[in-house]
């Protein structure tokens, strides 16, 4: 007898082996009970279906609770735990990410200001180090990353460090600008000469926790592809907070 259910092709992801248990199973059903065996394999399908589309549209409890910065903007990409926007400008694209970090603001604050140590838990970074420092609010660094897919690239940027106070509300934030002149060039190393961007770290449940903004004007330099340039969205972003939530979480575990 024919099974109802085989228009609908093999169910992704059973494999060999569960295509023959299936089989099994639904021969079984068939002697049994006749045409109710042969319909219950369409019944269980269909309520998976309802049950999965049921979880995909109702967002979970600890969603990110993030809108758009603004009509021209793209949501590129969303978890649970990351959302990310784009916007192409003229200079080059314009980035917008946003997570909740389980670290206080203080300590995510040195954690992406640790710059020496970049190499040690920052996607893609092969060196980085201070070039100078005016202040312990001011300094010049470098770095040179070695992306996927591209050759290398590095960019001497600027840093400006605010940190948190009462009359700020305890808000740390981290600005960056292109200095692409503070550091002698490197032969077959591409120079990124636009790069404006910044840390935002604002205190959550009393300052336990961190609602983390990071933005960026770039232009990766050389001839990229679209599909390469992409990948920051769906990869090297959602890499770099991973990097930054896991040390930051290490951070706080250790100051405890």
Request: proline share 7%; charged share 25%.
């Amino acid at each position: 007898m024919r099974n109802e259910c085989d228009d609908q092709g093999p169910t992704p992801g059973l494999g060999i082996l569960g295509l023959m248990r299936a089989e099994f199973t639904v021969s079984a059903l068939n002697h049994r009970y006749g045409l109710l065996g042969n319909l219950l394999p369409c019944l269980v399908i269909f309520a998976l279906a309802v049950a999965l589309s049921i979880s995909f549209a109702i967002p979970p409890a600890w969603a990110l609770d993030v809108k758009s910065p603004g009509a021209d903007w793209t949501e590129a990409y969303r978890t649970g735990e990351l959302v990310i926007f784009t916007k192409d400008v003229e200079a080059g694209r314009s980035i917008v990410a946003i997570a909740e970090v389980e670290a206080s603001p203080e300590t995510v604050f040195n954690v992406v200001n640790d710059f020496d140590h970049y190499p040690d838990f920052m996607p893609y970074v092969k060196e980085s180090r201070v070039l100078s420092r005016k202040s312990d609010s001011e300094v010049v660094t470098y770095t040179r990353i070695t992306p996927p897919f591209v050759s290398e690239r590095d960019y001497p940027l600027k840093f400006r460090m605010t940190r948190g106070t009462p009359a700020n509300n305890g808000v740390f934030k981290t600005e960056w600008t292109a200095r692409p002149d503070a550091q002698p060039e490197v032969e077959g190393v591409v120079r990124i000469r636009l790069s404006e961007g910044s840390w935002l770290a604002e205190p959550l449940d009393g300052g336990t926790r961190t609602r983390l903004t990071y933005t960026l004007l770039t232009n990766p330099g050389g001839l990229i592809p679209d599909f390469v340039a992409n990948m920051s969205n769906t990869i090297a972003i959602p890499k770099l907070f991973k990097a930054v939530m896991k040390r930051s979480a290490e951070k706080a575990a250790a100051e405890k």
